[in-house]
């Protein structure tokens, strides 16, 4: 028997269930930038039309790479939310995260994170990073207990 990749399994969800409109992960897979050249692109394609995933929660976040293969595969996805980023810092996530955004076609508005520490200063913190960096123009961006939210227009 064949182990399938995460993606392979998110594309089999999408096909069985076609209504489905938000999914949650525990992770997609450490091997993210391995498995995808390895994803039957047809199949991709086909499921990433079809399908009506909006809302994706995703426990940890191992590699940026996750996220690009989340897009690909559910390119209507509205509300992004992250639980856990390994191996970057939060800065680093953020600013590579709106950078794929601003230059690929992605519907994603709004990005929910969780910060264990997050606090005003926080906030203020996100803010300077996104304006030095002209990461997005016209955004929100509030505090709820641990959780950032970030949305843009």
């Excluded at 999408?14 to 209504?19: A, D, E, F, T």
């Excluded at 949650?24 to 039309?49: G, Q, R, T």
């Excluded at 030095?132 to 709820?144: C, G, M, P, S, Y």
Aim: with cysteine.
């Amino acid at each position: 028997m064949l182990k399938q990749s995460p993606i392979d399994l998110l594309l089999h969800l999408i096909q069985v269930l076609p209504n489905l409109i938000s999914c949650k992960f525990f992770s997609i897979s450490l091997n993210a930038k391995k498995d995808l050249p390895y994803v039957n692109f047809l199949n991709v394609y086909l499921s990433s039309s079809q399908n009506q995933i909006t809302k994706i929660c995703i426990e940890e976040l191992h590699e940026i790479e996750e996220f690009y293969s989340i897009c690909k595969t559910c390119p209507f996805t509205k509300f992004f939310q992250v639980e856990r980023v390994y191996d970057m810092t939060i800065e680093l996530f953020l600013s590579t995260f709106l950078n794929y955004i601003n230059t690929n076609h992605c519907y994603i508005r709004v990005l929910c994170l969780n910060v264990p520490a997050a606090d005003d200063d926080t906030l203020k913190y996100f803010k300077e990073i996104i304006e030095q960096k002209h990461l997005v123009i016209d955004f929100t961006i509030k505090r709820i207990l641990n959780r950032i939210y970030l949305q843009w227009h």
